[in-house]
């Protein structure tokens, strides 16, 4: 079964920066796609950026221009830097995968930016 496993989150002040990092294992052979998504409190869940395994990418508008999704193909992790962060960009961010037979998801981690 394939598992994702998350790292980065934390807490930063305004303005500031965090990297998230997204390690996927256990089987895989093919991969569709890896991105991010985030939650915040009473909200649904968004999409944050996306990479396609060509290298095409995606972002949510209120992220583009802050955020930079990469992705290591041979190493199958999937990284955000994450620039600029605003308050908003307060959520529980989870990796996600897309392969030929399921879409996984990590378990999340948090990311709260305050002062």
């Known amino acids: 079964q394939v598992q994702l496993v998350e790292s980065g989150g934390g807490l930063v002040q305004p303005g500031g920066s965090l990297r998230l990092s997204c390690s996927a294992s256990g089987g895989i052979f093919s991969i569709y796609s890896m991105g991010w998504y985030r939650q915040a409190p009473g909200n649904q869940r968004e999409l944050v950026a996306l990479?396609?395994?060509?290298?095409?990418?995606k972002y949510a508008d209120s992220v583009k221009g802050r955020f930079t999704i990469s992705r290591d193909n041979a190493k199958n992790t999937v990284d955000l830097q994450m620039n600029s962060l605003k308050p908003d960009d307060t959520a529980v961010y989870y990796c996600?995968?897309?392969?030929?037979?399921?879409?996984?998801w990590g378990q999340g981690t948090q990311v709260t930016v305050s002062s």
């Open positions: 996600n995968v897309r392969t030929p037979r399921a879409t996984v």
């Open positions: 990479i396609i395994s060509g290298g095409s990418t």
